[in-house]
């Protein structure tokens, strides 16, 4: 069936987050239907949102699935749920975020599964490793990753 590319944004700030991090990739890559095909830096980032809670860790991860949105979405829960992910408050401190940010070129909106992800643009943590694997990319909806990430504030900018 057909193979898509599409973009995981993961982030960890709770227990241990670069092992957390690194058990996430490991359980998606033997995940069926998902193959790993590259993995950005990985980058320590001051909290968005929720500003009371310690810093996180972030990457993003290129993948090449033959899973249906819906079903990567059950995916990437899974994870977080092997992971001990405690939901919380919505943007408070967790043991392991997994955000769908794109899958090939298309634009979903639905109740829970909104592509690309509302955020991307204005996140740093997102936007910097996504721009690391995927610098040439055009959005479906029309904004190019190296102009939006030339947008990002100076105080957006993070560490890596
Ligand atoms: N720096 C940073 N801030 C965040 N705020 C939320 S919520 N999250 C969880 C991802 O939506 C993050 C994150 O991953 N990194």
Do not use: C
């Not at 069936?1 to 957390?20: F, R, T």
């Not at 979903?108 to 996140?123: G, Q, T, V, Y």
């Not at 690391?132 to 957006?156: F, Y």
Request: proline letters at 7%.
């Amino acid at each position: 069936s057909k193979h898509v590319i599409a973009y995981l944004g993961l982030g960890a700030n709770l227990g241990d987050p670069l092992d957390q991090l690194q058990q996430a990739l490991a359980l998606l890559h033997h995940s069926q239907g998902i193959s790993i095909r590259q993995v950005s830096s990985l980058y320590e980032t001051s909290p968005v949102g929720y500003l009371d809670q310690p810093n996180f860790y972030n990457l993003v991860a290129e993948i090449d699935t033959v899973l249906p949105p819906m079903q990567l979405l059950n995916m990437t829960q899974k994870v977080e749920q092997s992971l001990h992910r405690v939901r919380k408050e919505r943007f408070g401190p967790r043991t392991m975020d997994v955000d769908i940010l794109l899958y090939g070129q298309r634009i979903f909106n639905l109740p829970d599964l909104i592509i690309p992800h509302p955020r991307l643009l204005e996140r740093a943590f997102a936007l910097v490793p996504l721009h690391e694997v995927a610098g040439d990319l055009t959005l479906p909806t029309g904004e190019k990753i190296d102009q939006a990430v030339k947008a990002l504030s100076n105080d957006q900018w993070i560490q890596k």
